[in-house]
T-cell receptor, first 111, second 111 residues
Framework: EPEVTQTPSHQVTQMGQEVILRCVPI?????FYWYRQILGQKVEFLVS????????KSEIFDDQFSVERPDGSNFTLKIRSTKLEDSAMYFC?????????FGPGTRLLVL | GEDVEQSLFLSVREGDSSVINCTYT??????LYWYKQEPGAGLQLLTY?????DMKQDQRLTVLLNKKDKHLSLRIADTQTGDSAIYFC???????????FGSGTRLQVQP
């Protein structure tokens, strides 16, 4: 069964450093998403991406964040200058229509 | 804005039925979803219901939607220890693809 994959599973970084989180969506899906879950809090929507551009973003998705589909299979989330409060589990998802399928997540720890 | 609320914890005995409840505020919900999260894992889509439906059954899972009261429930028949997990309800609203999640209900199944 096709699934969304994410790398790395864990990432530790120093405050102020750039991180890139990677995702491989399900191959025939056209919509891609990033969500995050800060420990003990709700899963929060960050951004959606369709047809090589951002289709929707939340207030959390400020200028520190960017997304890219550098080739036909990968979808990345870049955090330019990480802050302590960026520590969270980051989930990638993809969908063809109304159902979003999630990857296993990348746990990001900013020290 | 939209808000989704769930009770935090439910404990049942193996073999009993579990009912997990969710309320939402936005009357323009289009789809409502149930996701399952096991420890250290991603979000697994269990089932979803279109907002003009009242009920959907899928094997041991029954989803009931009361649109007037903005109340969604997930019933798991014959609950097993493997059903122990956190269950999230989520919604999308008209014109948007972003999922808004509840805080999750931790289901504990006692042998």
């Amino acid at each position: 069964e096709p699934e969304v994959t994410q790398t790395p599973s864990h990432q530790v970084t120093q405050m102020g450093q750039e991180v890139i989180l990677r995702c491989v969506p399900i191959s025939n899906h056209l919509y891609f998403y990033w969500y995050r879950q800060i420990l003990g809090q709700k899963v929060e929507f960050l951004v959606s991406f369709y047809n090589n551009e951002i289709s929707e973003k939340s207030e959390i998705f400020d200028d520190q964040f960017s997304v890219e589909r550098p080739d036909g299979s990968n979808f990345t989330l870049k955090i330019r200058s990480t802050k302590l409060e960026d520590s969270a589990m980051y989930f990638c998802a993809s969908s063809d229509r109304e159902t979003q399928y999630f990857g296993p997540g990348t746990r990001l720890l900013v020290l | 804005g939209e808000d989704v609320e769930q009770s935090l914890f439910l404990s049942v005995r193996e073999g009993d039925s579990s009912v997990i409840n969710c309320t939402y505020t936005d009357s323009s919900s289009t789809y409502l979803y149930w996701y399952k999260q096991e420890p250290g894992a991603g979000l697994q889509l269990l089932t979803y219901i279109f907002s003009n439906m009242d009920m959907k059954q899928d094997q041991r899972l029954t989803v009931l939607l009361n649109k007037k009261d903005k109340h969604l429930s997930l019933r798991i028949a014959d609950t097993q220890t493997g059903d122990s997990a956190i269950y999230f309800c989520a919604e999308t609203i008209r014109g948007r693809r972003a999922l808004t999640f509840g805080s999750g209900t931790r289901l504990q199944v006692q042998p």
